[in-house]
């Protein structure tokens, strides 16, 4: 069985500073990463996400995360957040090897941007 | 967009009457789910289908049932709402491309169960 813990529920920062928000995973077996952002009242939008390859994945507004095999960590970065970062996060798992394909999630970070 | 429509978007219902969501996908996946978003907890898989006819349960899918009739839509009935079934419902889909599978999410179904 996998599990995913996202170590801060929330996270206050001020605009324009850097933000890193951990995610830690457990499985027995090779997995695919994800992290879904929600805005209030809406559906989880895709972010980014690790299937293979290299370990430093980018999305298009600036976020980032690093697949760490070793630490079992998929943490999520931004050099300088904007007002409009403010979001639940969350991070997500699912086993490659596996036919069932669903994900496992952690309980989310609330990041809250202060200006 | 994963061309996925959930309806209802919002319901109220009172306890013990049955309930159906409704997810509806246009672009022919295999793989369907259904999830809740409570706080604290995240997103919970309920029940997933792999295919017509083809479901199983996910980590809390007491209290529901699906079907799958048609490839493009995936029902989650509460036969019995409680209380403890006040949740935000998603479908989501899986999307296979060559580096792995990728889960996408409809917009959610807000129900209150009072």
């Known amino acids: 069985a996998q599990s995913v813990t996202q170590l801060d529920s929330q996270v206050p920062v001020f605009e324009e500073a850097p933000v890193e928000l951990r995610c830690n995973y457990s499985?027995?077996?090779?997995?695919?990463l994800f992290w879904y952002v929600q805005y209030p009242n809406q559906g989880l939008q895709l972010l980014l996400k690790?299937?293979?390859?290299?370990?430093l994945v980018e999305s298009i507004n600036g976020f980032e995360a690093e697949f760490n095999k070793s630490q079992t960590s998929f943490h999520l970065r931004k050099p300088s957040v904007h007002i409009s970062d403010t979001a639940e996060y969350f991070c997500?798992?699912?086993?490659?090897?596996?036919?069932?394909?669903?994900?496992?999630f952690g309980s989310g970070t609330r990041l809250q941007v202060q200006p | 967009d994963a061309g996925i429509t959930q309806s209802p978007r919002h319901k109220v219902t009172e306890t013990g009457t049955p309930v159906t969501l409704r997810c509806h996908q246009t672009?022919?996946?295999?793989?369907m789910y259904w999830y809740r978003q409570d706080p604290g907890h995240g997103l919970r898989l309920i029940h997933y289908?792999?295919?017509?006819?083809?479901?199983d349960k996910g980590e809390v899918s007491d209290g529901y049932s699906v079907s799958r009739s048609k490839t493009e839509d995936f029902l989650l009935t509460l036969e019995s709402a409680t209380s403890s079934q006040t949740s935000v419902y998603f479908c989501?889909?899986?999307?296979?491309?060559?580096?792995?599978?990728?889960?996408?999410f409809g917009e959610g179904s807000w129900l209150t169960v009072v």
């Open positions: 989501a889909i899986s999307e296979s491309s060559a580096g792995g599978n990728t889960i996408y």
């Open positions: 499985s027995s077996v090779s997995v695919y």
């Open positions: 690790y299937l293979s390859g290299s370990t």
């Open positions: 997500a798992v699912s086993e490659s090897d596996t036919g069932r394909r669903a994900l496992t």
């Open positions: 672009e022919n996946h295999r793989y």
């Open positions: 289908s792999y295919g017509v006819k083809d479901t």
